[in-house]
């Protein structure tokens, strides 16, 4: 605002507004009471005992976090160093079964599937056109 008071010299800043302006009585009456004292702001025997509560449970949360991930480091360790290579194992015989089974289903695809494929055409073109010399033998010449 043109002829206000200047509160930051950054684009955008405005006046603190009412809420933030009420509190700066509350923050000098602090500072005085500090100033009567030695300097400091002193904490009273509720506060430092819930600040020490406090403490002492980040303090025992921050060590059962710390157990937990011990606990589960041991079991990483006992997965990767002593139950992964049993698994290896079996995966690794797994892995030959199936490419022995897929070399035997290759070769049946590329070799004995067309000598099967060139007998079932034998049949069907034996089925679809009878020889007349079989069919004189039997007695069911289309003559008869």
């Known amino acids: 605002?043109?002829?206000?008071e200047l509160w930051s010299r950054a684009?955008?800043?405005?006046?603190?507004g009412n809420g933030k302006i009420a509190?700066?009585?509350?923050?000098?009456?602090r500072a005085n009471q500090s100033a009567e004292g030695d300097g400091t702001m002193a904490w009273t025997d509720a506060q430092i005992s819930a600040m020490l509560a406090y403490l002492k449970e980040t303090t025992d949360t921050v060590n059962e976090v710390a157990r937990l991930l011990r606990t589960?480091?041991?079991r990483m360790d006992s997965?990767?160093?002593?139950?992964?290579?049993?698994?290896?194992?079996?995966?690794?015989?797994?892995?030959?079964?199936?490419?022995?089974?897929?070399?035997r289903l290759d070769y049946l695809a590329n070799n004995a599937v067309p000598l099967i494929k060139a007998d079932v055409d034998a049949i069907r073109d034996r089925v679809a056109t009878p020889d007349v010399d079989t069919a004189a033998d039997t007695g069911d010449s289309p003559e008869s």
């Open 1 to 4: 605002m043109d002829g206000g």
């Open 11 to 16: 684009y955008g800043k405005v006046c603190p």
């Open 23 to 29: 509190q700066i009585p509350h923050i000098i009456e």
């Open 72 to 74: 589960q480091a041991l």
């Open 79 to 103: 997965l990767v160093n002593k139950q992964l290579p049993d698994l290896r194992a079996d995966i690794d015989a797994v892995r030959k079964s199936v490419s022995l089974t897929a070399t």
